[in-house]
């Protein structure tokens, strides 16, 4: 039985923001928040296939009330989570999320803030995360990795005028005894302490069917090392899929053994093998471009 790294599953395609660089305002998906009995369904029908879940793909996962739910009927079934958020929302779940055992890993995607109009200071957005960092590290073992993924392309500009702010107030929040402005001209990743990392990225594209072709001879790990379940319980290869434009199947219908084995997954897994991208989504990705070989 073919398993996968890790499977994301969408617990809500809600967001509190609006980032100037995310698909999601444009979503022609019904929105939505998953429901336990729904999640206990994908969970008993995912366990054979992974260890790990990521709860992301579109939306806020904290938006969703029964997260603290989700987590304990994850770890019933023995999996491990990780879970991708803008931070906005983070003082409001701490409390529920530090002593949740199957909770692997929070990362925070700092660079949010700058791509919205946010509502709220820099300082309290900023504070509210190392807080939740600060007491993870004391009180568990839950790994926190800082997101700053706004650097700019040789074609993209993206908002980052605010990083150096931004990473001030984190070496003085977090006591860190580093000037990560200078350690990070020369690496992107950085262990700020233990189980804390800090990691800087170009400014991030997600596939597009408006686009024109990028290439069509590529490689990818989506439906090798990843699928993704969205809110409505459609399967698709990655977590890039944010529309849903590579629908395999749906897990509320069909078992994830029969939507694996389709013919169109079957058809898209073979042409990877072959370095060649069948879906049309996939030739406009720059993910897959970045990891041919
Ligand atoms: S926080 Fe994530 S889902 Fe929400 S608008 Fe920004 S990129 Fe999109
Ligand atoms: S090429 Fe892009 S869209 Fe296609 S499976 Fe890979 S990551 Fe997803």
């Known amino acids: ?43 008993k029908e995912i366990k054979p296939y992974t260890d790990h879940i990521y709860f992301h793909l579109m939306g806020e996962p904290f938006l969703n009330k029964n997260v603290d739910h989700f987590l304990d009927l994850a770890a019933e079934s023995g999996l491990k989570v990780n879970i991708t958020t803008n ?6 779940v701490k409390e529920k999320l530090l002593p949740k055992k199957a909770l692997r890993q929070v990362n925070i995607s700092l660079h949010s803030f700058e791509a919205n109009d946010i509502n709220k200071d820099l300082d309290t957005y900023v504070s509210d995360i190392a807080n939740f960092i ?18 700019d392309t040789e074609e ?3 908002s980052n005028a605010l990083n150096d702010d931004i990473l001030s107030m984190l070496e003085d929040k977090l006591n860190l005894e580093i000037r990560l402005s200078e350690e990070l001209q020369h690496k992107t990743n950085i262990k700020l302490k233990e189980r804390v990392y ?11 069917m408006d686009r024109d072709i990028i290439d069509e001879n590529v490689f990818c790990y989506g439906l090798r090392d990843q699928i993704g379940i969205l809110v409505d319980g459609t399967v698709v290869p990655c977590c890039l899929d944010s529309e849903g434009n590579i629908p395999l199947g749906n897990i509320f219908e069909s078992s994830l053994e029969d939507i694996i084995m389709s013919e169109r997954a079957k058809n ?6 072959r370095r060649c991208a069948v879906e049309e989504l996939c030739k406009r990705c720059g993910y897959a471009k970045r990891h041919k070989k």
């Open 198 to 208: 800090i990691n800087m990225a170009e400014k991030f594209e997600w596939p597009d």
């Open 156 to 158: 993209l500009k993206a």
């Open 268 to 273: 898209m897994y073979d042409g990877f093998s």
């Open 87 to 92: 931070g906005t929302l983070i003082k409001k």
């Open 134 to 151: 600060n007491e993870a590290t004391e009180k568990s073992d839950i790994i926190c990795a800082i997101r700053l993924w706004n650097m």
């Open 1 to 43: 039985m073919r398993k996968f790294k890790k499977i994301y599953v969408e617990i809500t395609n809600i967001c509190n923001l609006s980032c100037n660089f995310c698909p999601s305002s444009s979503l022609g998906r019904a929105k939505k928040l998953m429901k336990e009995e729904g999640f206990a369904h994908i969970l």
